[in-house]
């Protein structure tokens, strides 16, 4: 049996990878020296007498010529598949349909899969990757993964910082984590981008109301209802050296004033009112004494003005 009888894997039988190369140049060239040993003789003044060569000789000159001949059809195949276009799948572009789907169904885990699948991918469009990074956003945040809501808003932003209800979106985020500072910024951002953004400037001017609050409540934090500069007895200079007396000393004053302004009965106001100069008369009194709280007191005494009824 010859060489040339046998099937070739780059002859009949071509893979899908050698298909469009299998006649170039250098894989006839390959065919040539993979023809039959019947077609390779050497000239017959080297077969014949003393002047032949061994028959081992013969076979080393054969083998040669077949490892030339696979060395060619390697450059071809590889050759081959640069021409073809054929590329790694990580390559190949997603449908983003697929991530549109599963976000309009509000199915969280597959919004997740089929969105990340998108994002990850290098061939996806601009704008098919900000809206996958929105939606995938918006499914971490249903889930309660706020780190990740944010990251994903966060690269939608970079992408088109424009957006200005993923600003206002990330506003609240950070507001729920606590990070009041950006989430006033986001809030601004967004109303700078859109002034009509209603969301917006809701959350803005509730957050820079609760910013207020907070602010008052920190520069009166450890001081008591009374100025301490003039304080002469015992128990409020105590008061006043101690931040927490001092807020639970402002809570009961608080909570009396409040009481007074709701609407009550004569006999119900001068009630309150005796009841609360008992209670300051009884801590100066006996403040200092065996056995007396004043912690104790203080808290008794907010508990009271707070629970009781008809006030």
Known sequence: MTMSSRVSRFGQNLSPYETGYSHAPVVEKARGLLGSRANSRLPDTWLSGSQGFPDQLMRFHFDIRKLGAVSLLW????????????????????DPA???????????????????????NAKTEKADRIKALIARGAAYERKE??????????????????????????????????DLPKAVA????AIKLNPDHIAARANHRALAQELERLGALKAIAGKPSFNCVTARRKVEKAICANP????????????????????????????????????????????????????????????????????
């Open 186 to 189: 986001d809030f601004a951002a």
């Open 75 to 94: 450059i071809a195949f590889a050759q081959g598949v640069s021409a073809t276009g054929v590329e790694p799948a990580k390559d190949m572009r997603v």
């Open 244 to 311: 927490e007396l001092a807020d639970l000393d402002r809570e009961v004053q608080g909570s009396y004033v409040r009481a007074v302004a709701e609407k009550m009965t004569p006999q119900q106001a001068r009630k309150l009112r005796r009841e609360q100069e008992e209670y300051i008369s009884r801590r100066n009194a006996e403040y200092g004494r065996p056995g007396y709280d004043l912690k104790k007191a203080m808290r008794g005494r907010l508990q009271q003005i707070n629970g009781i009824d008809g006030y």
């Open 98 to 120: 697929l991530c549109l789907a599963a976000a309009l169904a509000r199915d969280d885990d597959k919004t997740v899969a089929a969105c990340g699948a998108l994002i990850e």
């Open 145 to 178: 993964m706020t780190e990740r809501a944010i990251a994903d808003y966060d690269g939608a932003l970079r992408l088109d910082p424009s957006l200005a209800d993923i600003h206002n979106t990330r506003g609240e985020l950070w507001r729920k984590k606590g």
